[in-house]
Structures are given as C-alpha cells and as structure tokens.
C-alpha cells in the first residue's frame, strides 16, 4: 500500500506515498478536498495518479501523512509536468523544466494543517530531486505560504497571484 515511509521525528507523522487501489481509508480527506465530486469520480481521479504504467518514470502520486494510529491526517496530491524555462528564470531562451506541480493539499485539522502541508512538501522536494526536476509549483494557501516562503524565499519565483513556483536548482542543500 505504501513506499518508503518515512518518519517525521519532530512530529511523529508518517509520510509515506500511496500507491492502492483500496481509496476507503483516503475518503475523509478525498471528500473533503472534492465535495462535489461522486465517488466514481473520486476513484478514478486517485486511479489515474497512482497508476504506473510499464516503462513509465512518470513521478506523479500521492503523499499521505499518518499519525500513530495511522489515521490519515493529511495528503498531498501531485503530478509530473514539463514547462517551458522561462517562468524560472528570465532570460529568453525557450528550453523546458520539468517539474511537479502540487494539484491537491488537504489536511484533516485546521490545527494540524501547516505542519502537515510543510512535512509533506518537504518530501515532495526529496522526491523532486531524486527525478532530477528543476521546480515545484504549489498554490498560494493562506498562512502556509507565509511558512514556506520564510524557509524557501531565495528559491520563490512568482509568476502570478495564486500559484508560485519553488526553483529546486538554487537549493543549495541537497536531499538524500
């Protein structure tokens, strides 16, 4: 069900990516972040980002978070895009980035949600580098981006009012 879990130490979360076809334990969070949505439309939308065609290395997925009695606390839904260059950097040279585009963030407690949002964006960053991409994009979300924008302000390209972009090639840090 899951891939690499990873506990976060200072929370106690579990990150792990998602990678079932069985979406009942997600139908909280999944509900929440598409109310108007059936449920068939809800299982083929997961369908489609979690499935891995042979010969793909398409990165796309899911990040869950789970507490210690691995309660579904938080999500994170994301695809793999190629973009062209020039919304990273300005010169005029037409080339392309490939990147992941955060889609959906949900996170069960209003009280949780910051933290749950950044665990899970720092490990959507390990696994950004690991596919050699050059750039997240994430929405513009209240508070959150505040947090993420003090961590990451050097690496912050904004190319429009609701969604920014995180340049991975100026971290100077790297994720193993």
Not at 24 to 29: D, F, N, S, T
Not at 84 to 112: H, M, Q, R, W, Y
Not at 119 to 125: A, D
């Amino acid at each position: 069900m899951h891939s690499e879990a990873e506990r976060n130490v200072s929370t106690g979360l579990l990150i792990s990516n998602f990678r079932s076809d069985n979406i009942y334990p997600l139908l909280p969070l999944l509900s929440q972040e598409f109310p108007n949505w059936s449920m068939d439309k809800i299982k083929n939308y997961v369908k489609l980002v979690v499935s891995k065609e042979k010969g793909t290395t398409d990165p796309s997925g899911i990040l869950v978070a789970q507490n210690d009695a691995l309660y579904y606390v938080g999500l994170l839904i994301y695809t793999y895009q190629t973009i062209t260059s020039t919304l990273l950097t300005k010169n005029n040279k037409e080339e392309f980035a490939n990147g992941i585009v955060v889609e959906n963030l949900n996170a069960s407690s209003p009280i949780l949600q910051k933290n749950v949002f950044f665990i899970l964006l720092e490990s959507l960053i390990k696994i950004a580098k690991k596919n050699d991409c050059d750039f997240i994009e994430l929405p513009k979300i209240d508070e959150t981006y505040e947090l993420i924008e003090k961590k990451y302000k050097q690496q912050i390209v904004h190319p429009n009012n609701f969604r920014f972009f995180i340049n991975l090639k100026k971290l100077k840090y790297l994720f193993k």
